[in-house]
């Protein structure tokens, strides 16, 4: 079975300061990919990302970046010099390879952490 | 390009009515995905169709829900009697997995409550 923690419910921070959201994920499968998500306060559901477990560079868009770490079966979301328009629910997401002709099957999402980027 | 489109937005009901939830997805996309999120249970997935097949519906609460895809274009999920604990909000979402492009993209969700 598939799982995806997110230790951290909620994090304040002042504006410009960096933050982390922590992701951990359990799998046997060796092959998956992993996500983020955010929804913010309207609670559409954007896609930020994703990561095969083949690729563990590490990805970098702006003021975001992501570290994934096979080792540590972690895959961290980090927002540098954060603003108020980043305030949102971020959700880690783990989904499965699929053999048969390849894809990905649904997602296993983690509980989410909830930003909040005080101004 | 139009996104995700689902209708109705926001459904109150009465326990024991029928509920339809409708989903169109993006044109060309081959993936098709049910979830539901509750502030107990978070995002969880009920179901999925790959080119209008349910390739896996263990995500399905019970008997009470079902699920269709008559086409490429659309897809219900009903809800037959209805429950007060069936109330959340129900996110479609579509992929198109070729090319190595798996990532989903999801609805504005339908906002169910059940009286």
């Known amino acids: 079975a598939q799982k995806v923690t997110q230790a951290q419910t909620e994090i304040s921070v002042v504006e410009k300061e960096d933050v982390t959201l922590d992701c951990v994920y359990e799998?046997?499968?060796?092959?998956?990919?992993l996500f983020w998500y955010k929804q913010p306060p309207s609670g559409e559901l954007v896609f930020l990302i994703r990561r095969n477990s083949f690729d563990e560079q590490n990805e970098i868009s702006g003021r975001y970046s992501w570290n994934f770490q096979k080792s540590t079966s972690s895959f961290n979301f980090t927002i540098t010099a954060s603003q108020v328009v980043d305030s949102a629910v971020y959700f880690c997401?783990?989904?499965?390879?699929?053999?048969?002709?390849?894809?990905?099957?649904?997602?296993?999402f983690g509980k989410g952490t909830h930003l909040i980027i005080q101004p | 390009d139009a996104g995700v489109i689902q209708s109705p937005r926001h459904e109150v009901t009465e326990m024991g009515q029928e509920v339809t939830l409708r989903c169109k997805p993006i044109?060309?996309?081959?993936?098709l995905f049910w979830y539901r999120q509750t502030m107990m249970r978070g995002l969880e997935l009920l179901i999925y169709?790959?080119?209008?097949?349910?390739?896996?519906d263990s995500g399905m609460p019970e008997d009470r829900f079902s699920a269709k895809m008559p086409n490429a274009s659309f897809s219900t999920l009903k809800i037959q009697p209805s429950e007060p604990r069936d109330s959340a909000v129900y996110f479609c979402?579509?992929?198109?997995?070729?090319?190595?492009?798996?990532?989903?993209?999801f609805g504005p969700g339908t906002r169910l409550t059940v009286t």
């Open positions: 169709f790959n080119n209008n097949v349910p390739i896996d």
């Open positions: 044109s060309g996309h081959d993936y």
């Open positions: 997401a783990l989904s499965r390879f699929l053999d048969s002709g390849g894809g990905a099957d649904g997602l296993t």
């Open positions: 979402a579509s992929s198109r997995q070729d090319r190595g492009s798996y990532e989903q993209y």
């Open positions: 799998t046997r499968d060796t092959t998956y990919y």
